[in-house]
């Protein structure tokens, strides 16, 4: 008797930032594979990102996807909808900043920080990024880099009980 397996649907969103085919030269020729860059997040304080290459598109985001799911960080988030505090960020040449803003102010960012704040449930937060690449990847990894750093808003306590 033999089990059938059935693909568990994931809980989470993800969102494709970039596919490269790449290239390996052998002995025999050049072989071509191709690079996807997945961001996950669950939009509720759960963010990763992932890195997957195979020999057609596909396989790619899979894996991708797969890694990113391994990889998951979880971030503070004020009210649902912020970060705690304003904090930079490197990852080799990318440099991020992220800002904390009031309710309704939106997602101000580019495009891999713009996707790893969406995935993360972030909806009111001023992002810049000040490195000197362009490189998605290394962006998105500064971005994830940065919400890494955060730490939770201690409440106060009453100093006279």
Request: hydrophobic share 40%; charged share 30%; no cysteine.
């Amino acid at each position: 008797m033999r089990r059938i397996m059935m693909k568990k649907k994931s809980d989470y969103a993800d969102r494709l930032l970039e596919v490269r085919r790449v290239t390996r030269v052998m002995a025999g020729g050049k072989r071509f594979s191709f690079r996807a860059a997945v961001v996950v997040g669950d939009m509720r304080g759960k963010v990763g990102f992932g890195l997957g290459k195979g020999l057609d598109v596909m396989s790619a985001i899979e894996k991708a996807k797969r890694q990113g799911e391994k990889s998951l960080i979880t971030v503070p988030l004020v009210d649902r909808r912020t970060i705690p505090h304003e904090i930079d960020a490197k990852y080799g040449a990318a440099q991020v900043r992220l800002k904390p803003a009031k309710e309704g102010h939106g997602l101000i960012a580019g495009s891999a920080a713009r996707a790893v704040l969406e995935l993360a449930g972030i909806r009111d937060v001023s992002a810049k990024t000040t490195g000197r690449t362009k490189n998605k990847i290394a962006n998105a990894r500064a971005a994830l880099a940065a919400l890494a750093g955060l730490h939770p808003r201690k409440m106060k306590t009453d100093a006279t009980t």
